[in-house]
């Protein structure tokens, strides 16, 4: 659901301002769940894609997430979106002979996905940690080729443990899992926050357990989940085959408008990202994790 993923905090009146730091620390907010997420997305559902649609480094970021989408999924694969929000890349996976589940915690998000994907595929409401449940009302259908979630929705879920269970039973064995999470070290963050002068937000990611965060007024919290928190809650069921750093040297959305008014220094730093994507991967704004479904009940 956070796409979104370098979301920084949208507050003032100026577009670039509301949109640049959507995703903001603030140590007095209280904790929620996910529920005050979705309730966040939702408050932004309308203008979403106005907002970020725009930034050159989104979409570069986006680029590199679908190259990867595109290589893990063959055309006529059926595979579940996980945080789909308003279902730009179910669409674009769609359009590329893919067919998509889409799901979101955000009703609102659910509902343009929807509309936008027009009636090429089914969209529901449910969030992550209903995903046990949900798999009940699937028992009956053919299991997934696949499954993925990009740009940090499951960031908003604090144990992933229920939700490894849930899509590990709507998947056969041996269909790979993508989720692209935000990383835990990010030199880019830290840079550009720095330079803003927010060292709260330049050093949040090392942070362990809920962090609190805002989105267009409404209060929620992230985790900045570690590649063995990811091993510990998605096994047995998932196996671990390789990880991707994306946005290593494209900085995330907070240098934004900036690096987009620079296309010629953005294109030379995604380049250098498509390079070191392996071998940096721990250092990306996100990273991709490929998991694979091992044969394992659920």
Known sequence: MMARGTISKIESTS????AQSALSLDPDVPESGLASAAQAFDAIAADFDARFTPWKSVAAQRRAVRRALAETFPT???????????????RWLMD?????????????????SSAKCSGRSRAETVAAEG???????LADQPRFDGAYSVFAGLNCVSDLTSFGRGIARLLRPGAPLILVMFGTCCPGEMIVETVRRRPRNAFRRFRRGDVPARLSGHDFTVRYHRRTDLLRMLGPWFQLE??????I????????????NHPRLLAMLEAADRFSARPLARLGDHILYRFVRTAAPA
């Open 131 to 137: 995903f046990e449940d949900f798999a009940q009302t």
């Open 242 to 247: 390789m990880r991707v750093g994306i946005g």
């Open 15 to 18: 577009t670039a301002r509301r």
């Open 76 to 90: 006529g694969s059926h595979v579940i979106e996980v945080g789909a929000g308003t279902g730009e890349d179910a």
């Open 96 to 112: 590329r002979g893919r067919d998509v589940l889409v799901t979101d915690a955000s009703p609102a998000m659910v509902a343009i």
């Open 249 to 260: 040297f494209v900085p995330p959305s907070a240098a934004e408008p900036w690096i987009s």
